[in-house]
Structures are given as C-alpha cells and as structure tokens.
C-alpha cells in the first residue's frame, strides 16, 4: 500500500515474512525494485533516535494527536528524510514522547492503513496517484469499465 | 473506518461477526450511532441494481478504473446518495459492467482500505477529519505529546 502511495520504503518490526512477500511479489510485477526498500527491523525506538541523530523529522500517526491539517504545511517545507510511524497494535507511549510530530488524521478510531493512505495523499498533494514505475512488468490501461492491462516494453 | 471518515453507513455483504461487534463497539464509546447505520446483506448485486433505481449513484474502487482525479468534481456535484463499492477479495466483473462508475485511486495495487479513505478524504474535502459525533462517550483533546481523553456530557 504505502509503495502505491508514494513511500520510498518501509521498515517492519519484527518478522512478517507473509507480509514481505506480498511487497516483494507487487514490486517484481508492479515495479519500484529500485525505489522501494523494505528492512525488517528488531527494535523500532532505536529507529527513531537514529533517524533523528541525522537530521530526519518522525512523524507517528495517532488519533490523539494534533489534526494533521495544522502542520501539513510545515511538513511538506522540509527537505529532509520523514520516518512515518504508525502501529498495528497499541503504539509504546516512548513514541509519543519521543519523535517530532503526533498527528491525528482525525481524533476517530481508524485503520492506521487509511491513517498513512490520507497522510502521504496530502503529504504528495495527490501527484502519487499518477507514479509510473518504470521496471515494472504490467501496466494498467484504465478503462470506463472492465481491466485493460498490458505488459511494459 | 468508514464511520471515522464520514461514510453514513455500511453494507456488508456475508456474514462477518467480528467486523459488525467492532462497528458496534466504536459506534457506542466515539458516537455515530444515530447516524452511521450498519447492514449485512446477502446479495450486492442487488443492492446496486435497487440503488440505481432509486436514483443513486453506484461507484466502484478499482485500480483498473479511471483516475479520481479525472471525476472528483462531476462527483462532488451529485446530490443523489452514493453507494461505494469496495471488495476486500477480488471483485466479481459484473461490478465493472453494472456500476455508474469505476474509479481507480491509482493504478497501482494497494488495499481497498487505502482507496476508501482517500476517496472519502477527496469526496469531503477533508472536512470529515473534523467531524465531532454528539453522542460519543468519550473524545479526544489532541495533543503534541501523549494521549488526553474526556468523558462527553
């Protein structure tokens, strides 16, 4: 999801490896190989003090923070790294005490995949929905109705 | 989701417990429920045939569909109800020959979660992240850091 959307990569803490796989398949068909990275980490604060230590912002998603409309603009005005932090399960409070940004889309209860979905669609003002990855295998034609999609090269 | 982003209900075609009691319970503690109704039906086919009948406007999320930016305005003007159309599976074709619209929000794979909440976010011009259900039990008052949570009433 987060490859569609615009991110240039992703770290997974813990092992997922179903979840891996899946990226790795949509890479190799859809594209993105040389764009797109994903890591498996095994401790995600240490990830977030690194990130800061060399002058990236963090940003975790959260439903108690502040309604990302209020800092969208200062945050497309950096010109450095952004780590985007959201959780499948309950988040650690050291996140919230320890990265730059605790932003809200919204103070409701939500899927954290439509958290980051909203997020990056605002953060790239939309122009993610036109991406073209060049090494990929298959293109899609879009149609009024029915699947068009056709092989690159 | 859907509640959190503005949608005023939810079909739910085959029975799906878990999901309905995890409706229910968002519903009771961040309100809604006067407004966000929840259905399970048997057959979606025909809830879209019923829907156009009446007048409604039927739009299927596919990332074989035509860009949303293509049509966002023509939607945004509609003042009929709007069914959306989401498959957690792969979607039957009859969808895409029997809809009012398929529309992709990208042409890249990603989850169907992810359509829905940048379509809503589109649809609503954001204003559903701002959204405050009267009857809720408890709200959020954001916050740079940590979580801050009242009792409403």
């Known amino acids: 999801m987060a490859r569609a959307f615009g991110a240039k990569g992703v770290f997974i803490e813990g092992e997922d490896t179903h979840l891996i796989d899946s990226i790795k398949k949509a890479t190799e068909v859809w594209g993105g190989s040389s764009y797109f990275k994903v890591e498996t980490i095994s401790d995600g604060k240490s990830l977030v003090s690194q990130w800061r230590n060399k002058g990236g912002i963090t940003i975790h998603l959260t439903m108690y923070g502040i309604n990302v409309c209020e800092k969208i603009k200062e945050l497309s005005s950096f010109e450095v790294p952004l780590l985007i932090i959201v959780g499948s399960e309950k988040v650690d409070s050291w996140y919230y005490h320890n990265v730059d940004f605790n932003l809200a889309i919204g103070n409701q209860p939500h899927s954290e995949i439509a958290a980051?979905?909203?997020?990056?669609?605002?953060?790239?003002?939309?122009l993610e929905?036109?991406?073209?990855?060049e090494d990929s295998?298959?293109?899609?034609?879009?149609?009024?109705?029915?699947?068009?999609v056709v092989k690159n090269g």
């Open 116 to 126: 980051l979905a909203i997020f990056l669609d605002r953060l790239y003002k939309g």
């Open 129 to 133: 929905l036109h991406y073209i990855f």
């Open 137 to 148: 295998k298959l293109r899609v034609i879009p149609q009024e109705a029915g699947k068009k």
